[in-house]
């Protein structure tokens, strides 16, 4: 499949539960297509940094996060918003449940059959890589809010 199409398929389909999320969230009506868009942008720039320019997960996870702040940081300069209205719903298809999952899974197994190396291997790899995400996106989103908002300057 062409990359273009490919990129254009996950944005579409990952604005669909950051759209899902800002209504959960309360987020008004006008802003759910930044949401969407915010949403679309950031999985399709982590997949595009991960697949395609060979970055690990974890910090194409940091970039894109940080991409979707400083836009929704933007927007939130245009229409008088808070920059979190735009940008919390927007990482939310970000987060890493499948890893997560599979951590538990493996813990689960190793409760049920005692342990094993591969599965406390699988346990433990899946495990830090759902806390690296997670741990990426809330400094991506957090990290250009702490350099423009600053009273004095960083450096």
Known sequence: MNTFLLLLQDALVAAVPAVGFAMIFNVPAGALKYCAMAGALGH????????????????????????????????????????KVFTVAAVIPMIPG????????????IDRTGYTPE??????????????????LAVGLALPGLLIYRRRPVV
């Open 119 to 136: 599965l406390f291997a699988k346990m433990m790899e899946n495990g830090l890589r759902a806390f690296f995400i997670v741990a990426a």
């Open 44 to 83: 399709a720039l982590r997949l595009g940094l991960h697949q395609f320019g060979g970055m690990p997960l974890e910090w194409a996870t940091l970039l894109a996060a940080g991409v979707v702040s400083m836009v929704g940081i933007q927007w939130a300069q245009t229409w008088r918003a808070h920059p």
């Open 98 to 109: 499948v890893h997560a999952f599979t951590a538990l899974l493996a813990v689960v197994e």
